[in-house]
Structures are given as structure tokens and as C-alpha cells.
């Protein structure tokens, strides 16, 4: 039992570290990609022939609820950010040089 409790104390920096902010630079990663599917939808299509002449064709499609409330998608970035790192953005997003 002893020892149950104390691998627990010892894994429990680990679990309480999870809940923390993370770094600027991930959170900023992220969270372009939410302020992109809040600009437009994203997908692709696929079709393809087989041996035998068996055709596939596929879809996917992401709309996020951003886009669909019609959302500013640089407020959803800041808004993103701060919530995930804790500060706000090293610079908006309309700034950086990956954003069209």
C-alpha cells in the first residue's frame, strides 16, 4: 500500500504539470490552425482506380463552429492563445508572414 502511495506522490508533478500553460511557440502552432479553419473551410477529395478496375472516392471536409459564427480569425487566434500559454501572441496574426 505504501508503496502504491508513493509512486503516486512521485507521478503527481507530472499529472498537475499537464494542466499548466504551455509554451508560446506551441500554443501559437495550434492555435494558426484554429484561426485558419475559422477563415474557410479545409478538405480534399480523393478518387482513385484499383486493380480490377475497382474505383474509390473519398471526402473530408472540416468546418469548425468559428467559421460557422462567422468568427474574426484573428480573435479567435488571440483569444487561443492566451487561453492555452497564458500571454498573448508574440505578434497578431494578420502579422506573421504564413498568414494569407
Same mark, same amino acid.
Given at each position: ?5 508513493? =509512486?503516486?506522490?512521485?507521478?503527481? &508533478? ?6 499548466? $500553460? ?18 474557410? &473551410? ?13 474505383? =474509390?472516392?473519398? /471526402?473530408? /471536409? ?6 460557422? /459564427?462567422?468568427?474574426? &480569425? ?13 500571454? &498573448? $501572441?508574440?505578434? $497578431?496574426?494578420? =502579422?506573421? $508572414?504564413?498568414?494569407?
Amino acid at each position: 500500500m505504501k508503496r502504491v502511495i508513493g =509512486a503516486g506522490l512521485l507521478l503527481l &508533478p507530472l499529472v498537475l504539470s499537464a494542466c499548466g $500553460p504551455m509554451s508560446l511557440a506551441e500554443a501559437e502552432r495550434q492555435c494558426f490552425e484554429r484561426a485558419r479553419l475559422a477563415k474557410q &473551410p479545409r478538405g480534399e477529395v480523393s478518387v482513385g482506380v484499383g486493380s480490377g478496375g475497382r474505383t =474509390a472516392a473519398g /471526402l473530408e /471536409l472540416n468546418v469548425s463552429s468559428d467559421f460557422l /459564427l462567422g468568427k474574426d &480569425p484573428s480573435a479567435v487566434y488571440e483569444t487561443c492563445v492566451m487561453n492555452k500559454a497564458g500571454e &498573448p $501572441p508574440s505578434r $497578431p496574426l494578420y =502579422a506573421r $508572414p504564413d498568414w494569407r
